[in-house]
C-alpha cells in the first residue's frame, strides 16, 4: 500500500509558505526601513509573502530577451550585503520588554 502525498515528510518545508513568523516578518521590515531595534513586537504591519511563481516568470522572461542576459547576471553579482540579523535571544528580550510595559500601563498584576 502506498503512502499519500500530503503524508510524506521528505521536502515538506521547501515551499512558499504563506504565513511568516515574527522573526522573520521582523527582518524583513528592519530590512525595508520600518522597523528598528528598540520598536515594539506588537502590532506589526502586514507583510506580503514573497511569490516563487513570479520570480521564475521574470527570470523566464529576462532569458528570452536577447542582450537582457549580461544585464542579469549583472544584478545577480552585485548584490548588496545582507543587513545584520537581530539575534533571536534579542528578539525574545524586546518581547518581554514589550509584554512588561503593556501590563505596567494596565496596571495588572506583576507591574512594578
Keep these: 500500500m502506498s503512502i499519500h502525498a500530503s503524508l510524506r515528510t521528505r ?3 521547501t515551499r512558499e509558505r ?3 513568523s515574527r522573526l ?3 527582518l524583513f521590515l528592519e530590512k ?3 522597523w528598528k531595534d528598540g520598536d515594539s513586537i506588537f502590532g506589526l504591519p502586514k507583510v506580503r509573502t514573497r511569490l516563487k511563481g513570479a520570480a521564475k516568470k521574470k527570470a523566464k522572461k529576462a532569458a528570452a530577451e536577447p542582450g537582457a542576459e549580461g ?7 552585485a548584490s548588496p550585503e545582507p543587513a545584520a540579523k537581530p539575534s533571536q535571544a534579542s528578539v525574545k528580550a524586546a518581547a518581554k520588554a514589550a509584554a512588561a510595559e503593556k501590563k505596567k500601563e494596565r496596571g495588572g498584576k506583576g507591574a512594578k
Design 24 to 26: 522573520e516578518r521582523l
Design 32 to 34: 525595508e526601513g520600518k
Design 71 to 77: 544585464a542579469a547576471a549583472a544584478t545577480t553579482v
Design 18 to 20: 504563506n504565513v511568516w
Design 11 to 13: 521536502g515538506k518545508l
